[in-house]
């Protein structure tokens, strides 16, 4: 197992930041999306795409939709990942025939990575090569299992009048549902723009990262920016055209702070002991309906200095085993692996016995006695935590109030994290329904799934149910590359 810090999420040196960006769950017809069609056409021979997304897996049909015009038996122009690869197609009814198309042979598969995407489509161009290109974090794509180059003056679907568009989704069998998170949306309707026109590369760290200012691009008359700041109109249109966009089953919570600049840490899809182990919204959910076997999961971040802080929310209850565990160290679905010196974990259950394990060994504490911890036995419980990896302390809370009388501010009555911490540590969860039904559990290092959440750590930075005790931070890049 990595510990994976994405390589293009920018954060920490300052500069500009993008605030926020829309969270797409992928799940089979849920259909979230956003649906525009423009009244008037724009400039069908010249355009430019610009988006930033990160994935969370794959999408309905294992296709990721990015920017999809038309439907079943017309036109079609497909922005899409699908299989993993990045496949970009006009597809002309009338002909039955693909007039351009370029399929990528590099695959995307990294869970954890925000990239940035720029379409350009310009039939004008007297050079075939250059009427479609692709750009990949500012450099040119230039191998592809398909490269087939539209005509001289074809016009493209997408950008046509009178036909629905959709981010997120196929139009025409509400299939392709987009599995994970876009930001900076922009369409320049009539002029073929290079990348350096949305995005540089830091003089520092090399990274490709957004520019700030993109109102000051000229958008053309079916132009738009989409920046999912107001999270009641997730489709305003910010370029100055109006040209919004209709949310389709998208709500307040589909808004994060989940973005190009400051990437939180999930549930990492890649790394789970068990593919009976569901991973949705974003990979902030995990869920485990398998009786009698304990599977896990594991953040994609493990910090080997500072203090963090993080929160998890069991909406459905079987028997879960949550805490800390070292990097590198998450194997299998093995229950056993978690009676080592690598994990220190809480435990729910229907008895009131909650087992802490440390490098010291196993800690048997029963609710109602004289020491104040207990089981956490009840649905929607929020379950506190908190880590200080230079010192290799740890901390249990629920609702609110810190188990053993602790403080993580102080520093008082802390459990001590396995004595391999120094290499890395972070979240854990094994779920199972153990004969009560379905586990479910809701993580949130700073990027809630759930509603209710308006408390920051230090720096201003992510959205927690209770306040983050002093010098503790949310795990995302911008903290770590400060502090991590």
């Known amino acids: 197992m990595s510990i994976i810090i994405p390589a293009n999420s920018a954060a920490g040196g300052g500069g500009y930041e993008v605030t926020n960006s829309l969270r797409f769950d992928g799940a089979i017809n849920n259909e979230e999306c956003l649906i525009k069609t423009f009244g008037s056409g724009g400039d069908r021979r010249k355009w430019t795409y610009s988006v930033w997304f990160k994935l969370s897996g794959r999408g309905q049909g294992n296709n990721n939709a990015l920017l999809i015009a038309g439907t079943s038996g017309q036109n079609e122009g497909n922005i899409k990942l699908s299989n993993d690869v990045i496949d970009w197609s006009e597809y002309n009814a009338s002909t039955s025939a693909v007039i351009g198309r370029l399929t990528t042979t590099q695959v995307f598969r990294d869970y954890s990575a925000w990239s940035h995407l720029v379409c350009v489509w310009d039939t ?17 794509i230039t191998e592809y299992s398909t490269d087939s180059s539209p005509s001289l003056n074809e016009d493209s679907q997408i950008n046509n009048n009178g036909i629905v568009h959709n981010i997120g989704r196929q139009s025409w069998n509400n299939s392709g549902e987009f599995n994970g998170y876009m930001a900076e949306i922009c369409f320049i309707d009539g002029q073929a723009l290079a990348p350096t026109s949305f995005g540089e590369f ?6 490709w990262k957004p520019i700030a200012d993109l109102t000051d691009l000229t958008f053309g008359d079916t132009g738009f920016y989409l920046d999912f700041k107001d999270s009641a109109a997730l489709g305003d249109d910010v370029s100055g055209n109006n040209n919004d966009w209709t949310p389709n089953n998208l ?10 600049t400051n990437n939180f840490a999930t549930w990492n899809p890649l790394v789970k002991t068990s593919s009976t182990v569901s991973i949705s919204d974003g990979n902030t959910i995990g869920t485990e309906a398998t009786n009698g076997s304990y599977f896990g999961i594991v953040t994609t971040m493990f910090p080997t200095s500072g203090k963090w ?7 459905s209850l079987g028997t879960v085993q949550t805490g800390f565990i070292t990097e590198g160290t998450f194997i299998d679905g093995d229950r056993n692996l978690y009676s080592s010196s690598s994990s220190l974990y809480w435990q729910s259950g229907s008895t009131s016995i909650s087992t802490v394990l440390n490098s010291s060994g196993v800690t048997t504490v029963v609710s109602g006695g004289s020491n104040s911890t207990s089981a956490f036995n009840s649905t929607n419980d929020i379950i506190m935590y908190a880590w200080d990896v230079d010192n290799g302390r740890a901390w249990f809370g629920i609702n609110g109030t810190w188990q053993n009388s602790g403080n993580p501010a102080g520093p008082t009555n802390w459990w001590s994290l396995p004595s391999d911490y120094a290499a890395g540590v972070s979240l854990f969860t094994t779920l199972c329904g153990c004969g009560v039904g379905t586990a479910t ?4 290092t700073g990027n809630p799934p759930f509603t209710g959440t308006d408390k920051t750590d230090d720096n201003n930075r992510g959205s927690f149910e209770y306040q983050p005790p002093d010098g ?7 903290n770590l590359s400060e502090f991590g």
């Open 309 to 315: 802080y993080g929160e998890m929310k069991f909406t």
């Open 472 to 478: 503790f931070l949310s795990l995302c890049t911008a």
């Open 441 to 444: 559990v809701n993580l949130n």
């Open 251 to 260: 709500a307040a919570i589909n808004q994060t702070t989940d973005t190009c």
């Open 202 to 207: 830091d003089e520092d760290s090399g990274i």
């Open 124 to 140: 004008a161009n007297s050079t075939v090569g250059n009427r479609m290109i692709m750009y990949l974090n500012g450099s040119r």
